[in-house]
């Protein structure tokens, strides 16, 4: 199935039912006065977020959601009975936008989180609500209020812990075949990979964390060539960045170090934050060359960048040196969220206390 990031859709909430302008008319009782009841609240819209979604594809074919009306009011002081809610599904990751204004509405990042994106009308009064002293017979009502109207703008931004940047066949794929279980496509020509993949990489009891793959990268992509681009919101939260680069490319014009340096600047045009997020470089198939010359490669291609970060040499395809790169960042993973675990600690202790 194609991968569809992005959806918009009209959510349209149900009006609110009209008041009733009734009389109590029964025998015996000459002077029954108004009896109208209320009219019933209109359904709402609601957001839920599911964790068995993965994709925003279904929004392809259902774009227009309405909830109901409420019924009018009735006579005997009854009140009109309220509209059904309109409860849409969405993948855990979506970000929630009006597209008229821009505003950011919901992020959902938990499963069964609700959002209400389209409350509905309130149901008008009846005319028992407008007896007085002075007006023992009143004729009027209220309408219902109009349900909320508006086009929703769906985005959805994979749940990942680490995310995979590189060009095209630097061997993102066939690596994150060789550390988890997912399956994505694998072949000798560029843009084999359409759209994300996530793989699970399991690596004890109770160790694991997600890796995100996303289209390679081609100069310009920050001005919309090729596809890479529109994939890289889905790497927004991520706590860690690996660059794949292809160390030992079949085109002897191409150069690894001139690969990581375009790709650092496409990076930077599309966003400060993900250029300055912290990022591993990965110097891939290795495996194409002798053992004894691998070191002084590598270190060639580190020199000449002047790479400060952390480095780790593999091969996908043999698997060499994967599993000390996965434990290197289920290592990683596990101290940043000790330290954010004891930095929220103390905010709560300091909330106390000033409190």
Not at 11 to 35: L, M
Not at 212 to 227: K, M, Q, S, W
Not at 288 to 305: E, F, G
């Amino acid at each position: 199935m194609k991968f569809v990031d992005e959806a918009s859709i009209h959510v349209a909430a149900g009006d609110g039912g009209n008041g009733s302008a009734s009389f109590r008319r029964e025998k015996f009782i000459p002077f029954g006065g108004p009896d109208g009841g209320d009219g019933g609240n209109g359904g709402s819209v609601w957001l839920q977020a599911d964790e068995g979604l993965n994709t925003l594809a279904d929004f392809r074919h259902s774009r227009r959601f309405r909830a109901e009306r409420g019924e009018n009011g009735m006579s005997r002081q009854k009140t009109g009975g309220g509209g059904q809610d309109v409860v849409i599904q969405v993948p855990i990751g979506t970000l929630v936008r009006d597209e008229l204004t821009g505003e950011i509405i919901g992020d959902m990042t938990a499963h069964g989180e609700r959002l209400l994106v389209a409350q509905g009308g309130r149901g008008g009064m009846g005319n028992l609500h407008f007896k007085s002293s002075t007006n023992r017979a009143p004729r009027q009502t209220t309408a219902g209020t109009a349900g909320e109207e508006r086009v929703l703008q769906l985005e959805l931004q994979v749940l990942a812990d680490v995310g995979l940047l590189g060009l095209p066949n630097a061997g993102k794929s066939t690596f994150i075949r060789a550390v988890s279980a997912a399956r994505p496509r694998v072949a000798d020509y560029p843009f084999t990979t359409l759209y994300p993949n996530l793989g699970v990489v399991q690596l004890g009891h109770h160790q694991s964390f997600v890796i995100a793959d996303i289209p390679g990268l081609i100069p310009g992509a920050a001005e919309g060539a090729g596809l890479g681009i529109r994939f890289l919101k889905h790497l927004a939260r991520t706590r860690l960045l690996l660059h794949l680069v292809d160390a030992v490319p079949s085109d002897p014009a191409q150069d690894p170090v001139s690969d990581v340096q375009g790709l650092e600047a496409e990076l930077a045009q599309f966003s400060d934050d993900l250029a300055k997020r912290e990022r591993w470089l990965v110097l891939n198939k290795l495996d194409l060359m002798p053992v004894a010359d691998r070191q002084a490669w590598v270190d060639d291609i580190v020199s000449r960048l002047g790479w400060q970060g952390r480095v780790f040499a593999v091969s996908g395809l043999a698997g060499d040196g994967t599993q000390a790169l996965c434990a290197a960042i289920m290592d990683h993973l596990e101290t940043r969220a000790r330290e954010e675990s004891e930095a929220a600690r103390a905010r709560d202790e300091h909330q106390g206390s000033a409190e």
